[in-house]
């Protein structure tokens, strides 16, 4: 891959999949400066390893497993403060947003933002292994996917979800009471 | 519709997926950095080379004199040759992060393990080269020229160079070890922790 192509594809991928990196960010971290630090690490490494891409992988499944590996390589402590400076961070991805669309405050809009704050919550206090196959799984991927994506049989992944699931439905339920 | 169907319904639907304006800052930041670490590594060798070079031209000026020297442009070759190992091996061997997670946990915690071997090898492939090279060849011109001159008077000199280099290769140890031990601390913690991820993700069931 030549580098024009390979900057054009991160740009390209960069505005279509923002969102996929933006759950997965909020999904590993809480505070706005950690999130805005994993956040620059997640775009550095999927940079670095834009150059691997084979078009046999869908661009999801491979943007969830770098994303997914620097959560949990930063999660582990190699936390490397990056200047805000000159960087993209979550912040300008919400100010663009808001640019973007205006915010929905219909009813049903709130009672959504009030359920994925709470999963958000939920994921967090999950282990770290967890909470990458909850996200998988919320964002609607299959059990192979999400088996090819980890690295694990998909049984495993099955008896591993259906005991988050209960444990998820419980504490997202508890707290919107 | 099930609650789980309403989670996943409401994930799916939250607004986090307008894109960002432009992407130049962020690129030229990797730039810089991927630029840091090559004129890093670009300086060190720069002048192990550029020593290398001047002592192999004083050398092959009196080759029948000079040639202990050679010594010391042997060692020099063998650090260059040994940073340039290291850095083809890293880009090789080093984790993928577009690998399943359980595979990146598995090469990150072979790479942990393989910087801290080469960490605890850094005086024998680093330092002892180094010193052995700048040493040696000192003995060699004492050797030459002993009973040319009063033994005190040729020995004194060899015994300050030896001391000065002894002092310097020590200090030079010093300093690492103690980079490395700090180093090692965290890299344990990180071993540790990639341990237990790995357990956790092949057992994710229990």
């Known amino acids: 891959m030549g580098i024009a192509d390979h ?6 991928w960069l505005s279509e999949h923002t969102g996929l990196l933006v759950k997965v960010v909020r999904s590993f971290a809480e505070a706005p400066a950690d999130q805005d630090d994993l956040f620059q690490e997640i775009l550095l490494q999927v940079w670095q390893s834009l150059p691997n891409f084979r078009d046999d992988s869908k661009p999801t499944t491979w943007l969830y497993r770098v994303a997914l590996n620097t959560a949990l390589a930063w999660k582990r402590g190699e936390k490397k403060r990056r200047s805000r400076h000159g960087s993209l961070s979550i912040a300008d991805v919400a100010a663009s947003s808001d640019v973007a669309a205006p915010p929905d405050t219909s009813l049903e809009a709130q009672r959504n933002d009030r359920i994925v704050e709470q999963l958000y919550a939920a994921i967090r206090a999950l282990p770290p292994a967890k909470r990458a196959l909850v996200v998988l799984y919320l964002d609607g991927f299959t059990y192979r996917e999400i088996a090819d994506v980890v690295g694990i049989s998909e049984n495993n992944v099955g008896v591993t979800l259906n005991r988050i699931k209960k444990d998820l439905a419980a504490a997202v339920k508890d707290d919107g009471q | 519709m099930s609650l789980l169907d309403k989670f996943q319904q409401a994930w799916q639907s939250q607004r986090c997926a307008a894109p960002p304006t432009n992407a130049d800052d962020l690129l030229k930041g990797v730039r810089r950095e991927r630029q840091v ?31 202990p020297w050679m ?25 993928r992060y577009d690998e399943p997670l359980l595979a990146h946990v598995e090469w990150s915690i072979q790479d942990i393990e393989h910087r801290m071997w080469q960490d605890r090898c850094s005086l024998w492939w680093y330092i002892v080269p180094l010193a052995l090279g700048c040493m040696v060849p000192p003995i060699f011109f004492f050797w030459m020229e002993h009973g040319k001159r009063p033994l005190a008077a040729s020995l004194t000199p060899l015994l300050v160079v030896e001391g000065v280099f002894v002092a310097v290769f020590t200090f030079v140890h010093l300093v690492m070890r103690y980079g490395q031990r700090k180093a090692n601390g965290k890299r344990r913690l990180e071993l540790d922790a990639l341990q237990t991820l790995r357990e956790s993700l092949s057992n994710t069931e229990e």
């Open chain 2, 37 to 67: 670490a090559f004129w890093a590594d670009a300086f060190v060798i720069s002048v192990l080379v550029g020593v290398g070079a001047s002592m192999s031209r004083f050398t092959f000026r009196d080759l029948h004199r000079n040639w």
């Open chain 2, 71 to 95: 010594i010391y442009v042997a060692s020099d070759v063998w650090v260059i040759g040994f940073i340039l190992f290291n850095r083809w091996r890293r880009r090789r061997h080093a984790a």
């Open chain 1, 7 to 12: 900057e054009r594809r991160f740009r390209h």
